[in-house]
């Protein structure tokens, strides 16, 4: 199924949990398919799944009233590169770390991503940059040593 | 750190986890199926219009792309060419333990590494790298002057095959194949390291007699 990866990679960076997130693709993917009439030929059906999903994402946090707590190590990364950012991703407000999920790691531009998550692009932009601005300040710099 | 370093330190770290999407395919499958007994006609013309879709892809991957040049044989002749030909300034492990505890923190067994080098090719750096958006650990060997990439993962789901291949990507000769644990894909430069062919099969042959 195109795009479920993706998904499902963004997925598990919003809820902290593998099955909520396994949930939240499917549910997705069956909106979509349920939706199919609603997507316009010719537009970004990447970005299209991606709103259904986020609104999906959304509509099951208001239910719920809160936002999902932030275990640890829900992936596995295999260096420890991967693992300070994936620190550093999971200490991101949740409005931060969506549009930097989005822009960053999936390569929407701000004005996709302000189409997906139904914002301004002023919004996008400035969240953007203060996710960046975060991660600067938590992220060390690569460590040199051991390496000729 | 400018925007561009740091963006390229999270995709890189986000997208070195591949997530395991056959769950939720399955349960999504099992439940358009379910529903769509109970949905109008052209909603079921439309699923099997995708379903179609998605076989055909299947069909192309399983049959017809193995016997094109893997996508996974020209990431790696590009990073061959980028990284030793360019010669990028990168920072490389040279002591063989901390090549094999590299390997082994990603899968690799050190063993591997023992067995490549009873091939007549000398290992003279390793590091990791991103090929398709997976961790691959990329050791440089060495032979009559000439240059050898190595990259290996524990085995995948490329579409390899299991036997030794070769295949032209620009000025690179690329060999790759599957064994019983590891993919490993070898890549030179032509026509200055004329035996990646001849690397890959001894290659092959050790690992498989180390169990690997």
Same mark, same amino acid.
Request: aromatic residues 6%.
């Given at each position: 199924?195109?795009?479920? =990866?993706?998904?499902?990679?963004?997925?598990?960076?919003?809820?902290?949990?593998?099955?909520?997130?396994?949930?939240?693709?499917?549910?997705?993917?069956?909106?979509?398919?349920?939706?199919?009439?609603?997507?316009?030929?010719?537009?970004?059906?990447? &970005?299209?799944?991606?709103?259904?999903?986020?609104? &999906?994402?959304?509509?099951?946090?208001?239910?719920?009233?809160?936002?999902?707590? &932030?275990?640890?190590?829900?992936?596995?990364?295999?260096?420890?590169?991967?693992?300070?950012?994936?620190?550093?991703?999971? %200490?991101?407000?949740?409005?931060?770390?969506?549009?930097?999920?989005? !822009?960053?790691?999936?390569?929407?531009? !701000?004005?996709?991503?302000?189409?997906?998550?139904?914002?301004?692009?002023?919004?996008? $932009?400035?969240?953007?940059?203060? %996710?960046?601005?975060?991660?600067?300040?938590?992220?060390?710099?690569?460590?040199?040593?051991?390496?000729? | 750190?400018?925007?561009?370093? +740091?963006?390229?330190?999270?995709?890189?770290?986000?997208?070195?986890?591949?997530?395991?999407?056959?769950?939720?395919?399955?349960?999504?499958?099992?439940?358009?199926?379910?529903?769509?007994?109970?949905?109008?006609?052209?909603?079921? =013309?439309?699923?099997?219009?995708?379903? $179609?879709?998605?076989?055909? &892809?299947?069909?192309?991957?399983?049959?017809?792309?193995?016997?094109?040049?893997?996508?996974? !044989?020209?990431?790696?002749?590009?990073?061959?060419?980028?990284?030793?030909?360019?010669?990028?300034?990168? /920072?490389?492990?040279?002591?063989?333990?901390?090549?094999?505890?590299?390997?082994?923190? /990603?899968?690799?067994?050190?063993?591997?590494?023992?067995?490549?080098?009873?091939?007549?090719?000398?290992?003279?750096?390793?590091?990791? !790298?991103?090929?398709?958006?997976?961790?691959?650990?990329?050791?440089?060997?060495?032979?009559?002057?000439?240059?050898?990439?190595?990259?290996?993962?524990?085995?995948?789901?490329?579409?390899?095959?299991? =036997?030794?291949?070769? =295949?032209?990507?620009?000025?690179?000769?690329?060999?790759?194949?599957?064994?019983?644990?590891?993919?490993?894909?070898?890549?030179?430069?032509?026509?200055?390291?004329?035996?990646?062919?001849?690397?890959?099969?001894?290659?092959?042959?050790? +690992?498989?007699?180390?169990?690997?």
């Amino acid at each position: 199924m195109p795009h479920i =990866a993706a998904l499902l990679r963004v997925a598990r960076r919003l809820t902290f949990d593998i099955a909520s997130a396994e949930d939240l693709v499917q549910e997705t993917m069956l909106l979509a398919w349920r939706g199919f009439r609603g997507f316009q030929s010719g537009t970004n059906a990447r &970005a299209w799944l991606f709103r259904i999903m986020f609104n &999906a994402f959304h509509g099951a946090v208001r239910r719920e009233s809160r936002l999902p707590d &932030a275990p640890p190590s829900i992936v596995r990364p295999m260096l420890q590169e991967a693992v300070e950012i994936a620190e550093a991703l999971e %200490a991101l407000p949740l409005e931060q770390r969506g549009v930097l999920l989005l !822009c960053v790691v999936e390569g929407f531009t !701000c004005r996709e991503a302000a189409g997906i998550l139904d914002m301004p692009i002023g919004t996008v $932009m400035s969240r953007l940059s203060r %996710a960046r601005e975060e991660l600067r300040r938590s992220l060390k710099p690569l460590v040199k040593a051991v390496y000729r | 750190m400018t925007d561009d370093e +740091l963006d390229q330190r999270i995709r890189a770290a986000v997208l070195s986890d591949e997530p395991d999407t056959s769950r939720v395919a399955a349960a999504v499958r099992t439940q358009i199926q379910t529903q769509a007994r109970h949905v109008p006609g052209w909603a079921v =013309a439309a699923a099997a219009v995708i379903a $179609m879709i998605a076989a055909s &892809a299947f069909s192309y991957r399983t049959f017809v792309k193995e016997q094109a040049t893997p996508l996974l !044989c020209v990431a790696a002749a590009q990073d061959h060419q980028r990284e030793i030909v360019d010669g990028s300034p990168r /920072q490389w492990l040279t002591d063989l333990a901390a090549i094999d505890s590299l390997a082994q923190k /990603q899968g690799v067994p050190a063993s591997a590494i023992s067995a490549l080098g009873t091939t007549g090719f000398t290992l003279e750096r390793g590091r990791l !790298c991103f090929l398709r958006k997976q961790i691959y650990l990329h050791l440089v060997y060495t032979k009559d002057g000439s240059e050898y990439s190595v990259y290996l993962r524990p085995r995948s789901s490329e579409p390899l095959g299991d =036997a030794v291949r070769e =295949a032209k990507v620009g000025p690179e000769d690329t060999a790759y194949f599957r064994s019983h644990r590891l993919t490993a894909v070898f890549v030179a430069l032509q026509p200055q390291a004329p035996d990646v062919l001849a690397f890959a099969r001894a290659g092959l042959h050790s +690992l498989t007699v180390a169990d690997l």
